[in-house]
């Protein structure tokens, strides 16, 4: 790698963020380019870290100093006996994330240059988001909890600031609690905020609970991973206060907030009220990863951890929870994707279905770690699902973004007869729908194909070992997951239909006349497009490279051949349910939008059973408003009533009293105040000869 | 030799004439002159108290004359108060001046 590369891959935009205020004072092109060239720069250096764990030998390129082996970590002790350091971990994951992060920032910045352009707030804009790659890689490349959590409140602080980055529009709200759509955009940011709040709070108190657990049971106190997976006395510690599953339980909650998982999933629809790029970065391709990162880096600590002491139930509630709760959410997020109205919220709703299949996948890696003993399978098949994710999501949000920036209009009814304006972008925004469907022979059928087989393999292998509840939990999370899959396909159909094949609408129509074209993005955006459209056509072929990058340093996997690979994928027996899946989702979805036999609003009118369920769906399964008015409205009521009866009564009150007490006492005093000096000065001579007698006799 | 106790009986006597001045003049400037006696008082008193038959000590006297130099700049300040007083008011009579009282 070049030299310190896993510090300067964060370091680098954390600078650039840093330096954006100072650059803008010299012009404004400057600090554009300065700011995507920080982004930029900073991914090399965390693409050079590539190579070397291929190698499996960490090499510093300009000196040729072998610094160690994968996995490689480099820190600064800050206070030895408290076990807090700064430091950063070269391995398989870490440095995956790293480029996934960094990688796909560099191209959305320079994406941004052309989507951005003439904002009058850029400066902001180019802070938060290099501020935000840094911090995400921090997050990613941490090599202990206190650092990596750091870096997860620095990315949810981008979040926030980047959601409400038009707080200043003027235009009317899009949904009338509000005045103007600035306003709306603030208090999304802030929904998104405060709900990931949550989450973080779990997070910590799990943190420092394992924190507090080797400070008592030594050797010595850690927030390091590779520490905490030598050493078990914290995790015999905890089993014996009973508070192990408690607290991988909250530290499971981190991760559900962070990558919108149920019951917190409610904020990811609202964080599209940012700008396209930051929906593109954030909030579809890193930073929800990172609870699905976090999960992977903690799962093999616990396998490694309870195999020694003897603990798999613990691991065995932990993967149920992290399967269960995935499988819920990618279910539940794919039915309000088919109804929503928004192109961006069809694809906020599709990644948190897409990242429950993460969970699910991962989840289910604990699963069969607990019956067989390895995690590898769900592990990759999670890992690789993120990156085929990573790619084809920040493909389709980049494509929304150029149609949004050419149509200005996020509805997608509004939309419609776009192929022909705009070919490139349909062509690209279609290999990404195509991709996120998981139809072969693109990135997206071979991940979710990975997973499908995971569960599988669990079931199997569950059944073999003797273990019916669990190979019957198998079947299940797989049928469930195969069901998404059907309901994946038919709102990706029905995204691409509405927008780009449907006749032209009214409002595009309107446009025409008054003479503002749609056109086709320009070569800053739409040659980005290209770059990812091309990688999730070919993703496929990088699995087997990706399977030996995944497992350097693991012990005991064996590695398939390419072929192997794809034999196992194509020959799996899980095939014939992802065929079923694919008419099961796509026939309907063609009849309904592709040819328009059937017209959708029709339908819904004949039957009343269909209408009930699109309203229960439109309506998010009513758990957004059961928290607007149970979470929020109770607390709203909660304040009211401790600003009545604890503000109002006691506080108020006392100090009405004491102003009371001091008023009627000086009151009292007031006649002695004469204002004529001389008095005071009679009053002085008094005192100093009381003094003066006082220091005679007394 | 003059006692130190003769010291400090001047110095005492010094201090309740500034006292008295300032209880019974009514006219600033000469209330000002009663402030100035007072400062003397504590200066001579002072210097009274740092003296012992080794001889003076100089860092009271140090003090003492920083004291004087700073009771000057005072003065300073309260004469030019009272110039505006007057230009305010166009009496020097502090009986006159209550708006202060509450």
Redesign the interface.
């Known amino acids: 790698m070049l030299p310190l590369a896993p510090w300067l891959c964060w370091g680098i935009p954390v600078i650039g963020a840093i330096l954006t205020p100072l650059l803008a004072k010299i012009g404004h092109k400057v600090r554009d380019y300065g700011a995507v060239l920080f982004s930029i720069a900073g991914f090399i250096f965390g693409l050079s870290m590539v190579p070397d764990i291929f190698t499996g030998q960490v090499v510093n390129w300009f000196t040729g100093e072998r610094l160690g082996s994968i996995p490689y970590e480099s820190k600064v002790v800050w206070i030895y006996e408290l076990g807090i350091e700064m430091g950063v971990l070269v391995d398989p994951l870490s440095v995956f994330m790293a480029n996934i992060a960094g990688g796909l920032g560099a191209l959305i910045m320079v994406y941004a240059l052309g989507y951005m352009h003439g904002d009058p707030d850029l400066t902001r804009y180019w802070f938060f988001k290099n501020f935000f790659i840094g911090g995400m890689v921090l997050l990613v490349i941490a090599n202990n909890f206190l650092q990596m959590f750091i870096g997860w409140e620095i990315v949810g602080l981008c979040s926030y600031a980047l959601i409400g980055f038009w707080h200043k529009k003027k235009e009317p709200s899009p949904v009338p609690d509000y005045k103007t759509e600035g306003e709306y955009n603030a208090m999304c940011g802030m929904k998104a905020f405060i709900t990931t709040r949550v989450g973080d709070v779990a997070l910590l108190i799990a943190i420092l609970t394992i924190y507090a657990a080797t400070l008592r049971a030594g050797p010595r106190p850690t927030f390091n991973f590779l520490e905490l997976r030598e050493q078990v006395e914290w995790a015999r510690l905890l089993v014996a206060s009973g508070l192990l599953v408690p607290t991988i339980i909250l530290l499971f909650g981190g991760p559900v907030g962070k990558s919108a998982q149920f019951p917190l999933h409610v904020w990811l629809p609202e964080a599209m009220a940012g700008p396209t790029t930051v929906s593109a970065l954030i909030h579809a391709a890193t930073m929800v990863k990172a609870g699905v990162y976090l999960v992977a880096r903690v799962l093999p600590i616990f396998v490694e951890v309870f195999k020694v002491i003897d603990l798999t139930n613990a691991l065995y509630t932990f993967s149920l929870v992290v399967a269960c709760i995935g499988a819920f959410t990618a279910f539940l997020a794919a039915t309000m994707g088919m109804v929503a109205r928004e192109v961006k919220k069809v694809l906020a709703y599709s990644t948190i279905s897409q990242i429950g299949y993460m969970m699910l996948a991962r989840g289910r890696g604990g699963l069969i770690g607990y019956v067989a003993g390895e995690i590898a399978e769900g592990y990759y098949a999670g890992t690789f699902h993120l990156m085929s994710h990573a790619v084809f999501k920040a493909l389709l949000f980049l494509s929304a973004g150029a149609v949004l920036h050419a149509t200005e209009t996020k509805d997608m009814f509004e939309m419609g007869g776009l192929r022909q304006y705009m070919p490139i972008t349909y062509k690209c925004m279609f290999i990404g729908a195509l991709s996120l469907a998981g139809i072969p022979p693109l990135s997206g059928f071979w991940s979710k194909e990975t997973i499908f087989d995971a569960a599988w393999v669990l079931a199997e292998e569950a059944y073999q070992h003797g273990y019916a509840f669990i190979g019957v939990t198998g079947y299940i999370l797989l049928f469930i997951a195969v069901i998404t899959a059907a309901m994946t396909l038919f709102y990706s159909i029905r995204m691409i239909a509405i927008i780009f094949i449907w006749p032209e609408s009214e409002y595009i129509k309107e446009r025409e006349q008054k003479g503002e074209h749609v056109h086709e993005a320009p070569p800053v955006m739409w040659v980005p497009l290209a770059v990812l459209a091309a990688v999730s056509v070919i993703g496929g072929l990088f699995a087997p490279a990706f399977q030996v990058f995944m497992f350097k340093g693991w012990e005991g996997i064996e590695i398939h051949a390419p072929a192997e690979i794809f034999i196992k994928t194509v020959a799996s027996p899980t095939i014939f349910m992802t065929l079923g899946a694919f008419a099961l989702g796509g026939i309907p979805a063609y009849y309904f939008y592709w040819s328009r036999k059937i017209d959708p609003g029709e339908f819904l009118e004949k039957h009343g059973f269909f209408r009930t369920i699109h309203s229960f769906f439109y309506n998010r399964w009513y758990i957004n408003d059961f928290y607007t008015k149970v979470i929020v409205g109770g607390f709203i009521k909660f304040s009211n009533a401790v600003y009545k009866f604890f503000e109002q009564g006691i506080v108020d009150r006392f100090n009405y009293a004491l102003a009371w007490v001091v008023r009627s006492f000086s009151q009292a005093f007031?006649k002695t105040?004469?204002?004529?000096?001389?008095y005071n000065?009679?009053a002085?001579?008094l005192g100093?000869i009381a003094i003066l007698l006082l220091l005679l006799f007394g | 030799m003059i006692g130190l106790n003769w010291y400090l009986a001047a110095s005492a006597i010094l201090?309740l004439i500034g006292?008295?001045c300032?209880?019974?003049?009514?006219n600033l400037i000469k209330?000002i002159i009663g402030i100035e006696i007072l400062i003397n008082a504590a200066h001579l008193n002072f210097i009274a108290l740092s003296t012992t038959t080794a001889g003076l000590d100089p860092l009271a006297r140090t003090y003492v004359i920083v004291s004087i130099g700073v009771g000057a700049g005072v003065i300073a300040l309260a004469l030019s108060l009272t110039l505006l007083v007057y230009r305010h008011y166009g009496t020097l009579d502090?009986?006159k001046?209550?708006r202060?009282?509450?």
Request: proline content about 0%; charged content about 25%; aromatic content about 10%.
């Open positions: 007031r105040h004469t204002g004529d000096l001389n000065m009679i002085v001579m100093v | 201090y006292l008295y300032l209880a019974t003049k009514r209330m502090v009986r001046m209550r202060l009282k509450w």
